[in-house]
């Protein structure tokens, strides 16, 4: 065989590889993927990735060409997010995605925060935020030290202003509001909570790594961004609606100084001398060359075009939904995202199961996504919900979506959600599954006794992929204590590329 055969064989396999996957392009994926629905677009910025696939993000002073980029992704996102005004300049970085953006605002409000005061140099100080903040901010305040502080919502998503504003004393350094949050599509009420930050020289980011290329863009929302008094920073994701691909996020400070406080330097070594704006050392530039390609061609004009056609598909979403019997939309989404509950005004007999639905869903080849429900510390329970992320595209593919979700919910209706009975019933003899949902004082599972658990609970990993119904799966997973449904979800995740 030839170079270039066994080239195109290896390149053979890889597509065959890639056909298991979900579709990436033409609106069946309601979510991880933001499809602008323009061809064009991703030729564009898959040109510019292999024109800047060589380089190395690791020193912009060998490589000018991407702090250029980076200069003007900069420039169009504080524009974008008023963050270019006298009163409110905006100084920030790009980032390898949400979760390193988020990681990094929360590093950066621990660092001030103790830097304030030297009495708080080993203290632990917390990180208030609603229960629906992206998950990223409870990892950024393990892994910093923070404790985490989730502010109970109500059955609709949305948050207390009250409720926040009471939790913020001398001992926060970062207090989080998303634009909007993920789960429910709220827009949480950031003017009120960053007002009050202010007032308590608390720092407040506003998440918008989902809404910060869309929103800016979208009707009839109060301000949340750099506008707003006390918003010290906000990261939004180019790799969401930005429409670039996976690996680019911005993270935008107010003032020089905050956005210093986020670079790790160090002439400590006998190595070249190390400044890091972001957690990563040598990085790729493919993904930051897609961006600015992108927001070159979009403008501000290109933008406000591709939202409107999010703005137009999720509202006739939204009333497909609330027409379809045991179905209704949790709170009222200010965004391209939908979370499909149970409809609790009818009677059980009439009720469509979100997870079910997902489930059928999927089985006519559209995908939308489980999010299981949630009892907060309050007694207050979250529904679970099927989430859809809604991007350009899904208005062309909107009369299948809707007839899919109108036949799924047909297919489900009045079907109780599978309850894990005797998996629980298993795994309390196991000493697994009691203890309070929180954690406190329960037994976790290992790698072998986790896997054990979730084969009895009939869950496969087929060559790679999850099981094809996630419903029982989510059911079980919402019921156990956190640590061990966790465990059992770590083992299933792990098994999954392990050779
Ligand atoms: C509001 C919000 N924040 C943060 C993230 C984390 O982003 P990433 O998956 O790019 O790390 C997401 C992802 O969906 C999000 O929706």
Redesign the pocket.
């Known amino acids: 065989m030839s170079a270039d055969d066994r080239s195109a064989e290896i390149l053979d396999r890889l597509r065959r590889l890639r056909a298991r996957d979900a579709p990436t392009h033409g609106g069946r994926t309601l979510a991880y993927v933001y499809d602008s629905g323009v061809a064009e677009l991703d030729e564009l910025a898959a040109r510019a990735a292999e024109i800047a696939r060589p380089l190395n993000g690791l020193d912009p002073t060998a490589f000018p060409s991407i702090a250029a980029m980076e200069r003007d992704l900069i420039a169009f996102a504080r524009r974008a997010l008023h963050g270019d005004s006298r009163r409110a300049r905006a100084f920030g970085s790009v980032t390898s ?6 990681l990094l605002a929360v590093k950066t409000a621990r660092d001030l925060w103790r830097a304030a005061d030297p009495l708080r140099a080993r203290s632990r100080p917390r990180l208030v935020a609603p229960v629906t903040a ?1 998950a ?1 901010f409870q990892k950024a305040a393990r892994l910093f030290d923070l404790e985490w502080d989730p502010v109970p919502c109500a059955a609709d998503g949305t948050v207390s202003a009250d409720e926040m504003i009471r939790r913020l004393s001398a001992d926060v350094a970062l207090v989080v509001v ?1 634009a ?3 789960p429910s599509g709220a827009l949480d009420p950031v003017g009120r909570v960053a007002a009050a930050a202010a007032d308590r020289g608390i720092s407040c980011h506003v ?5 910060g290329l869309v929103l800016p863009w979208w009707p009839g929302l109060p301000a949340w961004d750099f506008r707003v008094r006390g918003v010290t920073s906000i ?1 939004a ?1 180019l ?2 609606f930005g429409y670039a691909p ?1 690996g680019v ?1 911005v993270l935008l400070h107010r003032g020089r100084a905050r956005h210093r406080a986020q670079f790790f330097a160090t002439t400590r070594w006998p190595g070249y001398p190390v400044v890091n704006p972001t957690l990563l050392g040598s990085r790729s530039a493919s993904p930051t060359a897609a961006a600015w390609a992108i927001a070159q061609r979009l403008g501000d004009r290109g933008y406000a075009e591709l939202t409107a056609r999010c703005v137009r598909a999720t509202r006739s979403i939204v009333a497909a939904a609330d027409r379809i019997e045991g179905l209704a939309v949790q709170g009222r989404p200010a965004g391209p995202a939908v979370a499909l509950i149970a409809d609790p005004a009818v009677p059980a007999a009439a009720r469509v199961d979100p997870h079910l639905l997902a489930d059928e869903v999927a089985r006519l080849e559209f995908r939308i996504q489980h999010q299981p429900g949630l009892v907060q510390s309050n007694g207050v329970r979250l529904p679970h919900s099927a989430h859809l992320t809604i991007t350009p595209v899904t208005e062309r593919t909107l009369p299948e979506l809707l007839d899919v979700l109108a036949r799924a919910a047909d297919a489900v209706r009045g079907r109780p959600r599978p309850e894990p009975r005797a998996e629980l019933a298993a795994l309390r003899m196991l000493g697994y599954g009691s203890g309070s949902r929180s954690g406190s004082r329960v037994r976790v599972p290992g790698p072998r006794a986790a896997w054990r658990i979730l084969r009895a609970a009939g869950v496969r990993v087929d060559a790679g992929g999850l099981p094809e119904r996630l419903a029982p799966l989510m059911a079980l997973a919402e019921r156990l204590p956190a640590p061990v449904a966790e465990a059992l979800l770590t083992e299933l995740l792990a098994r999954v590329s392990e050779p």
Do not use: L, Q, R, V
């Open positions: 995605g949400g979760t390193e953006s988020c992206h990223a998303s909007p949050a993920y998440d918008a790594c989902f809404g990261s994701d790799h969401k996976k996020s």
